[in-house]
């Protein structure tokens, strides 16, 4: 069982690094069990199809992003405002570490190449964005609790934040440059409060 089990597992951390640096398309089961040293048949034993796979991928990138990254940003050690701003940082240190080149968001990424081709892992990437806006949007209502923001729609607030982190991303990953990431994250949360602070109401 263990032995299965690390086979698996080995497919999906090579798919997601292979698709990390190249996309989906570019990507060949071929190369995937070459990478993971895996053969052909027990590729086909555990996923009917590169897209079964890469269904998996972006299960355990999201758990991993939940875990190393949501979660420890979101910790209520620091006022909610001040969470964003951890969060950024720590965006700023994973893509770092990464190498010389900025990789952009993995899920974006595959948003972007996907989403008009296949429906099903169109539906898996909803899904994942829906669970960053939740996190958003727990937070964003503490900080109007707290009197740090005005009052503002938190559903609309946190849409808002993830359009703006995801447009950080890719802007980041087409200049090839961290530095882009840590300026446009100081503007996040005054972005957000503009787009979702209810509308002025003007006489006539």
Same mark, same amino acid.
């Not at 048949?41 to 079964?52: A, E, L, T, V």
């Not at 950024?88 to 994973?94: C, H, R």
């Not at 996190?135 to 009197?147: D, I, P, S």
């Not at 802007?171 to 957000?192: M, T, Y």
């Given at each position: 069982?263990?032995? +299965?089990?690390? +086979?698996?597992?080995?497919?999906?951390?090579?798919?997601?690094?292979?698709?990390?640096?190249?996309?989906?398309?570019?990507?060949?089961?071929?190369?995937?069990?070459?990478?993971?040293?895996?053969?052909?048949?027990?590729?086909?034993?555990?996923? /009917?199809?590169?897209?079964?796979?890469?269904?998996?991928?972006?299960?355990?990138?999201?758990?991993?992003?939940?875990?190393?990254?949501?979660?420890?940003?979101?910790?209520?050690?620091?006022? /909610?405002?001040?969470?964003?701003?951890?969060?950024?940082?720590?965006?700023?240190?994973?893509?770092?570490?990464?190498?010389?080149?900025?990789?952009?968001?993995?899920?974006?990424?595959?948003?972007?190449?996907?989403?008009?081709?296949?429906?099903?892992?169109?539906?898996?990437?909803?899904?994942?964005?829906?669970?960053?806006?939740?996190?958003?949007?727990?937070?964003?209502?503490?900080?109007?609790?707290?009197?740090?923001? /005005?009052?503002?729609?938190?559903?609309?607030?946190?849409?808002?934040?993830?359009?703006?982190?995801?447009?950080?991303?890719?802007?980041?990953?087409?200049?090839?440059?961290?530095?882009?990431?840590?300026?446009?994250?100081?503007?996040?949360?005054?972005?957000?409060?503009?787009?979702?602070?209810? /509308?002025?109401? +003007?006489?006539?």
């Amino acid at each position: 069982m263990g032995q +299965t089990s690390n +086979t698996k597992n080995r497919l999906i951390k090579a798919a997601a690094e292979l698709m990390s640096i190249r996309g989906y398309n570019a990507v060949g089961v071929k190369e995937i069990c070459e990478w993971a040293g895996v053969n052909k048949g027990s590729f086909y034993y555990f996923f /009917p199809s590169k897209r079964d796979l890469a269904l998996a991928v972006l299960d355990a990138q999201w758990e991993a992003t939940r875990g190393e990254l949501l979660d420890p940003a979101f910790a209520r050690d620091l006022p /909610p405002l001040e969470r964003f701003q951890r969060l950024f940082q720590m965006v700023v240190a994973s893509q770092r570490d990464t190498g010389e080149q900025v990789r952009g968001c993995f899920f974006g990424n595959l948003a972007l190449e996907l989403s008009a081709q296949d429906e099903i892992i169109r539906h898996k990437l909803q899904s994942i964005f829906q669970g960053w806006c939740e996190y958003f949007e727990r937070v964003l209502v503490e900080a109007v609790t707290a009197g740090d923001l /005005p009052e503002i729609d938190p559903a609309a607030a946190a849409q808002a934040l993830l359009a703006y982190f995801e447009g950080m991303a890719l802007l980041a990953k087409v200049n090839n440059d961290f530095g882009s990431v840590e300026q446009l994250a100081q503007r996040a949360i005054h972005a957000v409060i503009v787009a979702a602070s209810p /509308p002025v109401q +003007t006489n006539g």
